[in-house]
């Protein structure tokens, strides 16, 4: 059953990204191919990649008994998490979305988070996450926002609102960095304490 709805997430989370990818390169003939990859920019695209290389080593390599390949899966399912929250509470009504776009942008940002909540929450008696685990969840959040400041000082573009450095200020830009932080840390801790309840 577990094997078989990891298969099953991964099927959909690819089908998300493949609906994004075919809306971009078919809004842009002139350029298919770097309108194609240009989506791999967006946390959003990169997260539920994130989850679907996850289940996919869960579904074809049976990866759950290593102790290290589950700790993970708390980062991979804040990462999922924080996408769908932040476009639900910051970024939807700024996006006019049509097409394959929309449908997409529909199993990115709602179903993916569900199903790898809702697969983290059926099976929690077989995860245990500690604190220690919340510094190396960080890792990709990090090397991400390093990546948008060093791509926006060069191409002026940080891909989001809350990330332009340039428009916001540093004193600006600050609070929002601290308060996505402060929602990393907090979604991290509700995984540990998930977990801990074994009920």
Not at 27 to 35: E, R
Not at 41 to 55: C, D, P
Not at 131 to 147: E, G, Q, S, T, V
Request: glycine letters at 8%; a positive charge; one cysteine or more.
């Amino acid at each position: 059953m577990k094997r078989k709805m990891a298969l099953f997430i991964v099927i959909i989370g690819t089908l998300g990204i493949l609906f994004t990818l075919i809306f971009h390169v078919l809004d842009n003939p002139a350029t298919p191919l770097a309108s194609g990859l240009g989506i791999f920019k967006y946390f959003t695209i990169l997260s539920n990649l994130i989850v679907v290389i996850y289940f996919w080593l869960l579904f074809s390599l049976k990866l759950d008994k290593s102790e290290v390949f589950n700790k993970w899966f708390g980062g991979v399912t804040v990462y999922i998490t924080i996408t769908g929250m932040v476009f639900v509470i910051i970024l939807q009504n700024g996006f006019q979305q049509i097409g394959f776009d929309k449908i997409g942008s529909i199993i990115c940002h709602y179903i993916m988070p569900i199903l790898t909540v809702g697969f983290l929450i059926y099976y929690r008696k077989e995860y245990k996450f500690c604190f220690k685990d919340i510094f190396i969840w960080m890792a990709f959040p990090i090397l991400y926002i390093i990546f948008v400041l060093i791509r926006g000082s060069i191409t002026n573009d940080y891909i989001y609102p809350f990330f332009e450095l340039n428009s916001l200020g540093i004193g600006l830009f600050s609070i929002y960095l601290l308060a996505i932080v402060t929602f990393f840390v907090i979604l991290s801790t509700g995984l540990v304490y998930l977990t801990a309840q074994k009920k």
